[in-house]
């Protein structure tokens, strides 16, 4: 079946584009426009007719591109329209109409291009999150990996991982013939090579925890030093309440923004302090367990003579602008007003550079998914299981862990092929000549 769907937001804009992908794309667009040809890449100024009552539906551009050059690599059609929802309501109806054409399921123009090797899985999962990306980091690790840099990497283990196995199944199989002698030599050497590659990818997890799910940070004091105004200070707008009265906070605020192009996740948290109050109670709880899963505490106090400096604690000093500064400028604190904004660049400097650390050395390869650590993690511990093998009695059990791996690797990407071993052997050992 062709199938169609609007391509951009749903909702009144200046401009709509749908789209249609499949055998019959060029067919329904020759249909609503009533023109005989279309060169393909090349946008075309034409009217739309309802092909049913040949009523006008607008008047837009249209630009076909022809398989296997598109993104689905099929024939795939975009009608550009003006963005009113009559307009594109029409278009979609008139599309409806046509035999053999039917809407496009969620995500089905991208599976479509999966199916035909036009994008790998972690190129179709960084599309989306180049759609969902809102810092210019997500933005730019979203676009490699669009471009393939996982690919590459994931694919190129699996590529040395189907030689190894051609190699020993080679010795079990072809035993006679002129097979490498370092071959069982240098198996251990090999894997050893991918284990280190492998464990130096998931120890890059955290930055992709961070581009994902944002830099973590608990802001945290006792009742009424100021937490609640700082977190509405750096959104700019009022997503806590502020009050005078003591423990008003009862559960973890969370606020995402952007800071230095780097996604920060703020929490404002409930106030520190012995409390009686069995809700207050179940909210210091809850500040206690975001202190465990930050990546950044900010302490605040209010006032200098209960400073309390704490490892990996950011200390802020709120409400200078109420204070006698000369008692507390020997203090290492970061001096600031939540309420005047004094000193609030200066805090978010702090963190901007805290976020930075984690990125010293960014990879563009970082695990961004839950599911490329879990596969990696699978297939470390299947050469690990290989590597306990004995090598010159056991070569069958190693040749299975290492298919295991294989077949994970196979998972992160999309790729599986069977045939790819035979490949192997036949190019380099020329059986049977």
Avoid at 176 to 181: F, R
Wanted: with cysteine; net charge negative.
């Amino acid at each position: 079946m062709t199938i169609y769907a609007l391509s951009t937001a749903n909702g009144i804009a200046g401009l709509a584009v749908i789209r249609v992908s499949g055998h019959l794309a060029l067919t329904a667009l020759k249909t609503l426009s009533r023109k005989s040809h279309f060169e393909p890449n090349m946008m075309t100024r034409t009217n739309f007719f309802d092909p049913n009552t040949s009523e006008l539906l607008d008047k837009g551009l249209a630009v076909f591109f022809a398989k296997p050059n598109s993104f689905t690599g099929e024939d795939v059609v975009e009608i550009h329209i003006h963005g009113g929802i009559s307009t594109v309501n029409l278009v979609l109806k008139a599309l409806g109409s046509i035999d053999q054409l039917r809407l496009a399921e969620p995500g089905e123009f991208s599976k479509r291009a999966f199916i035909n090797n036009k994008m790998d899985l972690t190129a179709i999962e960084a599309m989306g999150d180049l759609i969902n990306a809102q810092t210019e980091a997500q933005h730019n690790q979203a676009l490699s990996q669009m471009g393939g840099s996982l690919n590459k990497l994931y694919m190129s283990w699996r590529r040395d991982l189907i030689e190894l196995v051609a190699y020993l199944e080679a010795e079990i199989d072809f035993s006679e013939e002129d097979i490498p002698e370092d071959i069982l030599k240098n198996t251990n050497l090999k894997i050893d090579k991918l284990l280190k590659e492998m464990n130096h990818h998931l120890n890059e997890r955290h930055q992709g925890e961070i581009l994902r799910d944002g830099f973590r940070v608990a802001i945290i004091g006792s009742p009424n030093v100021g937490k609640s105004s700082l977190l509405n200070t750096f959104a700019q707008r009022d997503v806590a309440i502020v009050s005078d009265q003591a423990g008003t906070t009862r559960d973890a605020i969370e606020v995402r923004l952007n800071v230095s192009g780097y996604p920060v996740l703020f929490t404002d948290t409930a106030g520190l302090r012995e409390t009686k109050d069995s809700i207050e109670q179940k909210g210091i709880e809850v500040t206690h367990k975001k202190i465990s899963e930050s990546d950044l505490v900010i302490e605040i106090f209010d006032n200098p003579s209960k400073l309390e400096f704490k490892e990996n604690h950011l200390i802020v000093l709120n409400k200078c602008d109420q204070v006698n500064q000369e008692n507390f400028q020997f203090k290492s604190a970061i001096n600031i007003s939540a309420k005047s904004g004094e000193g609030i660049d200066n805090l978010l400097e702090v963190i901007s550079s805290k976020v930075k650390q984690n990125f010293i050395k960014q990879s563009t390869t970082v695990p961004t998914k839950t599911r490329y650590i879990l596969g990696v993690q699978k297939t470390v511990q299947s050469l690990l299981n290989a590597k306990n093998v004995n090598l010159i009695s056991q070569t069958e059990l190693i040749v299975e862990e290492l298919r295991l791996a294989i077949n994970e690797i196979g998972r992160l990407t999309g790729a599986v092929d069977v045939e790819e071993y035979l490949e192997v052997i036949f190019r380099d050992f020329c059986i049977g000549k």
